[in-house]
């Protein structure tokens, strides 16, 4: 199946700078790949998403950026406020049938503080 | 729209008791699948439903069993309850089709002791 690997897995930036997290995916057939976000407490919440016809998806201070030839993704925050701090999950969907279609692969997670 | 409800948000068992997880979603989503987390694993897929009557395993089912009669509920039901079970547990459903993104319940926390 599948494999998601997610770098790093801690990461603490100031207040107003960015934030990076990669992750890089096995499956070339792979083609959707959403990001989460999960606050303390609660179930983790889609904040974007990207498909493998696309190279690049912003909204607002987030954006994802995917690389089909390397295999990679990854999710960029700019101007980062401390209501940010969450754990952030990757994940991948590979091209599959039947009862395999849309299953969601994650990475571990990165813990992304903010500090004010 | 209440999304995904899971019930209860907390749960204490002992070792070898059984109990049910209870999901129900409002979307009319056909996809349902249950997820279970753990400190710095991620989350891992217990089993998953395409449909009503339709269910599969994920990568960790061992213990757990599940069922889908209707298009709104998906519980999860352990049978014999071990500390390893000891997690976070987490439904999640979505439209099927490529690109939709999951919505998931707040989870149930079980401690197994």
């Known amino acids: 199946g599948e494999n998601v690997e997610q770098h790093p897995s801690t990461l603490s930036v100031q207040e107003g700078d960015s934030a990076v997290i990669k992750c890089t995916y096995s499956d070339s057939a792979s083609n959707y790949f959403p990001w989460y976000k999960q606050e303390l407490g609660k179930g983790p919440q889609l904040i974007i998403d990207?498909?493998?016809?696309?190279g690049e998806k912003k909204d607002q201070r987030i954006a994802v950026t995917l690389n089909k030839t390397a295999k990679h993704f990854s999710l960029h925050i700019t101007e980062t406020q401390p209501e940010d701090s969450a754990v952030y999950f990757c994940?991948?969907?590979?091209?599959?049938?039947?009862?395999?279609?849309?299953?969601?692969?994650f990475g571990r997670g990165t813990q992304l503080t903010v500090w004010p | 729209n209440a999304g995904v409800t899971q019930t209860p948000k907390f749960q204490v068992l002992k070792t070898g008791q059984s109990m049910t997880l209870q999901c129900a979603q409002d979307?009319?989503?056909?996809?349902m699948s249950w997820y279970r987390q753990d400190p710095g694993m991620g989350l891992r897929l217990i089993h998953y439903s395409v449909g009503a009557g339709i269910t599969d395993q994920g990568e960790v089912p061992n213990g757990y069993n599940v069922s889908r009669s209707t298009t709104e509920d998906f519980p999860l039901r352990l049978l014999s309850a071990a500390p390893s079970q000891t997690s976070v547990y987490f439904c999640?459903?979505?439209?099927?089709?490529?690109?939709?993104?999951?919505?998931f319940g707040s989870g149930t926390r079980l401690t197994v002791v």
């Open positions: 990207i498909r493998s016809n696309v």
């Open positions: 979307m009319n989503h056909e996809y």
């Open positions: 994940a991948a969907t590979p091209r599959g049938r039947g009862s395999t279609l849309g299953r969601l692969y």
């Open positions: 999640a459903s979505r439209k099927t089709g490529g690109g939709y993104g999951y919505t």
